[in-house]
């Protein structure tokens, strides 16, 4: 079946510290990836998402590329801020039956100033 | 402003209620879900639906109902049946339900089983 597996938190970091989450997944064909960020008592909020191999999504100075070769979509930004602290989700999206999303555990972030 | 919506935002039930929780969108998507988050896990798949009058099963439909009468409409029932339906329950919606599409989720309704 399908799986996620994310690096466990939390992960305490220093104001510009550089920060990498890892992300690995299980899923026959080729799915879509995303990651997702929350805030304490909030829903989910996209944060970047890739569709096809190679491809590198990018928002508010975080990235990840999608590695089919490594089966991997690793989180990283340059410079963490305290406003970044929150728990970060990795998911996939099948290209086959159902299209429902497929989460990881979830990573907490936790900046210090 | 276009989003989704959930009320309550708390919802508290005795043992042996059923409890409907709500979820309204007005993007004019027409697939929405409902996911459960247990503290310090990932999101699971309760139903999820591509067309109105229409829904399918997740992991985890055991003690749960929902309806599709609407397109902006997804509510979601919690039955006596579920045995430990404590949890942050997260609705969402994307515009056509494809793998590539972005969901979008709402603010989450808590509910606490008394």
Same mark, same amino acid.
């Given at each position: ?5 994310? $690096? ?28 997702? %960020? ?12 890739? /569709?096809? *191999? ?21 989180? !990283? ?12 989700? @990795? *998911? ?6 159902? &299209?429902?999303? /497929? ?11 | ?11 508290? &039930?005795?043992?042996?209620?059923? %409890?409907?929780?709500? @979820? !309204? ?5 027409? *697939? $929405? ?34 309806? &599709?009468?609407?397109? !902006? ?35 989450? /309704? &808590?509910?606490?089983?008394?």
């Amino acid at each position: 079946g399908n799986s996620v597996t994310q $690096m466990e938190g939390p992960v305490t970091l220093s104001e510009e510290a550089f920060l990498t989450i890892n992300c690995t997944y299980t899923a026959t064909g080729y799915p879509s990836l995303f990651w997702y %960020v929350q805030y304490p008592g909030e829903g989910l909020q996209l944060l970047l998402k890739a /569709t096809k *191999a190679d491809d590198k999504g990018s928002n508010k100075g975080f990235e990840a590329t999608y590695r089919k070769e490594t089966t991997s979509f690793h989180l !990283e930004k340059g410079s963490v801020q305290v406003s970044d602290s929150a728990v970060y989700f @990795c *998911a996939l999206s099948r290209n086959t039956g159902r &299209r429902a999303l /497929t989460f990881g555990s979830g990573t907490r972030l936790q900046v210090q100033p | 402003d276009g989003g989704i919506t959930q009320s309550p935002k708390y919802l508290f &039930r005795k043992e042996g209620q059923n %409890v409907t929780l709500s @979820c !309204e969108q007005n993007l004019n998507h027409d *697939a $929405m879900y409902w996911y459960r988050q247990d503290p310090g896990q990932g999101l699971r798949l309760i139903y999820y639906s591509q067309i109105v009058n229409d829904f399918q099963k997740g992991d985890i439909a055991e003690g749960y109902s929902v309806s &599709r009468e609407k397109k !902006e409409s997804f509510p979601l029932t919690v039955t006596s049946a579920q045995k430990n339906p404590t949890a942050f329950y997260l609705c969402a919606s994307s515009m056509k339900g494809s793998f590539t599409d972005t969901q979008y989720f709402g603010p989450g /309704t &808590r509910l606490t089983v008394l």
